[in-house]
């Protein structure tokens, strides 16, 4: 059985596997990489968000905290809460 992207995809550099079918994961690499907004600017660098997300902080949630929670949050996760005085 086909997919809909197998006839646009597939045996191309996304079809990982090279089995002519573009499962889940690589749909997700075509996604990310095709169709991504890397133009936009939400203020905090990936290397930063990242940290952030690894220590189960939303950056999201970080946003919408006023400036003393969002500190004391910051601090009891382990982190410089001035390294962020910029970015929210």
Do not use: Y
């Amino acid at each position: 059985m086909t997919g809909p992207f197998d006839d646009l995809f597939g045996h191309s550099a996304f079809d990982l596997n090279q089995d002519g079918h573009i499962d889940g994961g690589e749909w997700s690499l075509i996604n990310d990489t095709l169709f991504s907004d890397n133009n936009s600017d939400d203020g905090l660098d990936d290397e930063l968000e990242d940290e952030l997300e690894m220590a189960g902080l939303s950056v999201e949630e970080l946003e919408l905290m006023d400036p003393d929670e969002r500190r004391q949050t910051l601090e009891d996760a382990g982190f410089d809460a001035d390294d962020f005085e910029d970015e929210f």
